[in-house]
């Protein structure tokens, strides 16, 4: 059974910094490319960043040069770094195998 649980949100100030990590389980997880998606208040899920078994990665124009995608196969865990962030990346945050594995998500609040 496929399990990705994330962690490390909660509330930070615009301008701050705050890591999220996605555990997963059931996986060959260093075989596997991964992802972060997003879904504000009232909107559409969208897609923040992608890294590939080789660790090469990809960034939405949003957030591209203060998000960054890792992982450590060791630990089976994606990690997502955010810096300088902005209220418009408030947002629900969730940890994603394509195509069809998701995590439940973790709150981000930015106040302003």
């Known amino acids: 059974q496929v399990r990705l649980v994330e962690s490390g949100g909660g509330l930070v100030q615009a301008g701050g910094s705050v890591r999220l990590s996605c555990k997963a389980s059931?996986?060959?997880?260093?075989?596997?490319?991964m992802a972060w998606y997003r879904q504000g208040p009232g909107k559409e899920r969208e897609w923040v960043a992608s890294?590939?078994?080789?660790?090469?990665?990809t960034y939405a124009d949003s957030v591209k040069g203060r998000f960054a995608i890792s992982r450590d196969n060791g630990r089976r865990t994606l990690y997502l770094q955010m810096n300088s962030l902005e209220p418009e990346d408030a947002a629900i945050y969730f940890c994603?195998?394509?195509?069809?594995?998701w995590g439940r998500g973790i709150q981000v609040t930015v106040s302003s």
């Open positions: 059931g996986i060959h997880f260093a075989l596997q490319s």
């Open positions: 994603h195998r394509p195509p069809d594995n």
């Open positions: 890294i590939t078994s080789a660790g090469s990665t």
